[in-house]
């Protein structure tokens, strides 16, 4: 397994997800316009909830991108943080009320990115592993 990908692909998660949570933490209305083009309601904090569970995912990839190659279970971790969300965006999908089509698009690709990151990260994990044991 190239060892480049992975990190590649950890850095690119890592940024997407510090990007959610730099837009929705401070401006909160600034998601809600993109995503559903309405003003932002949101009295019980839902959305900067979902922020703040992204921002456990820059921790946890965090420490995987910093650990991974002593410590290959941390792509497993990760495989696991992604796959949890492949029915998250598209049960958003289907019951907003209001959603642009960007918002539309972007929802219905993150379950299969989703899917394809766990799937990477598990595969990676394995060959990262039976790599390492190879050379014991």
Known sequence: MNSKTISGLLVVLILLDVVYDLVIFPFPGTWFQVIHGTPYVDPEGLLRRTAAVWAAFVLWQTVALLKWKKAPHWLML?????????????TYV??????????RLALLAAG???IFC???FYRSFFKVRDSNQGHS
């Open 118 to 120: 766990g799937w990477f």
């Open 112 to 114: 299969p990115i989703n």
């Open 94 to 103: 289907y019951f907003a009320h209001d959603i642009t089509a960007f918002g």
């Open 78 to 90: 990760v495989a696991g943080i992604r796959l949890t969300e492949i029915f998250a965006d598209w």
